[in-house]
C-alpha cells in the first residue's frame, strides 16, 4: 500500500500542480500566446498591407512613368513638329528675300544700264556734233576739198533710181550754185 499512497500522493501532487498551472500560469501563458498570436497576424495584416500599398504605389509610379514618357514623345514630337515648322517658314522668307533682293538687284541693273545708255547717247551725239562739225569745217576749209564733196554728192544723186536722167541735165548747171552755195557759208 505505500505504493498506493506514494502514487496517490504523487496523484494529489500532479493534480495540484496541474490545478495551479491552469489556473494560474496557464491563463497567463494563454494570454501571452494570443498577444503574441495577435501581434504576429497585426504584423502580417501590416505586412499584407504594405504590401498592397507598395504594389499600389509601384502601379502609380509606373503609370507616372509611362504619362511621363508619352508626355515627353508628344513634347518632342510637338519641339520636332515646330522646329520643321519654323524651318520651313525661315526657308521660305528666305527664298522670298533671295527673289526681292533679285528683283531690286535686276531692277537697279535696268535703271543703272538705262542711264549708262543715256549717257552714252548723250556723250556719242555730242562726240558725232563735234566731228561732224569739225569734218564740215575741214572740208569747207580747202577749195579742192569742196570740189570734191560736191561732186561725190552730185554722183551719189545720179544713181538714185529716177534721179540719172535729170541729174546729168541739170547736173552741170547745178554744180556752180553748190560751188557757190558752199562758198557763200564760209
Given at each position: 500500500?505505500?505504493?498506493?499512497?506514494?502514487?496517490?500522493?504523487?496523484l494529489?501532487?500532479?493534480?495540484?500542480?496541474?490545478?495551479?498551472?491552469?489556473?494560474?500560469?496557464?491563463?497567463?501563458?494563454?494570454?501571452?500566446m494570443e498577444?503574441?498570436?495577435?501581434?504576429?497576424t497585426?504584423?502580417?495584416?501590416?505586412?499584407?498591407?504594405?504590401?498592397?500599398?507598395?504594389?499600389?504605389?509601384?502601379?502609380?509610379?509606373?503609370?507616372?512613368?509611362?504619362?511621363?514618357?508619352?508626355?515627353?514623345?508628344?513634347?518632342?514630337?510637338?519641339?520636332?513638329?515646330?522646329?520643321?515648322r519654323?524651318?520651313?517658314?525661315?526657308?521660305?522668307?528666305?527664298e522670298?528675300?533671295?527673289?526681292?533682293?533679285?528683283?531690286?538687284?535686276?531692277?537697279?541693273?535696268?535703271?543703272?544700264?538705262?542711264?549708262v545708255?543715256?549717257?552714252?547717247?548723250?556723250?556719242?551725239?555730242a562726240l558725232?556734233?563735234?566731228?561732224?562739225?569739225?569734218?564740215?569745217?575741214?572740208?569747207l576749209?580747202?577749195?579742192?576739198?569742196?570740189?570734191?564733196?560736191?561732186?561725190?554728192?552730185?554722183?551719189?544723186?545720179?544713181?538714185?533710181?529716177?534721179?540719172?536722167?535729170?541729174?546729168s541735165?541739170?547736173?552741170?548747171?547745178?554744180?556752180?550754185?553748190a560751188?557757190?552755195?558752199?562758198?557763200?557759208?564760209?
Open positions: 500500500m505505500e505504493a498506493f499512497l506514494h502514487f496517490a500522493a504523487e494529489v501532487a500532479f493534480l495540484l500542480l496541474f490545478f495551479l498551472l491552469y489556473r494560474y500560469v496557464w491563463p497567463f501563458v494563454r494570454r501571452m498577444e503574441r498570436q495577435d501581434a504576429v497585426r504584423q502580417v495584416e501590416e505586412s499584407e498591407e504594405a504590401s498592397r500599398k507598395l504594389e499600389e504605389a509601384q502601379r502609380r509610379f509606373d503609370q507616372a512613368v509611362a504619362e511621363a514618357r508619352a508626355e515627353a514623345a508628344k513634347i518632342r514630337d510637338d519641339a520636332r513638329a515646330d522646329a520643321t519654323i524651318s520651313e517658314e525661315l526657308r521660305e522668307q528666305a522670298r528675300e533671295v527673289v526681292r533682293i533679285r528683283q531690286r538687284g535686276e531692277e537697279e541693273l535696268a535703271a543703272q544700264r538705262d542711264q545708255v543715256r549717257q552714252l547717247r548723250a556723250e556719242i551725239g558725232s556734233f563735234e566731228t561732224a562739225q569739225r569734218m564740215v569745217t575741214d572740208s576749209a580747202d577749195e579742192s576739198r569742196r570740189g570734191a564733196t560736191v561732186d561725190t554728192f552730185l554722183s551719189e544723186l545720179d544713181r538714185l533710181p529716177g534721179g540719172s536722167a535729170a541729174g541735165q541739170d547736173g552741170v548747171r547745178a554744180q556752180p550754185r560751188e557757190a552755195g558752199l562758198g557763200g557759208t564760209n
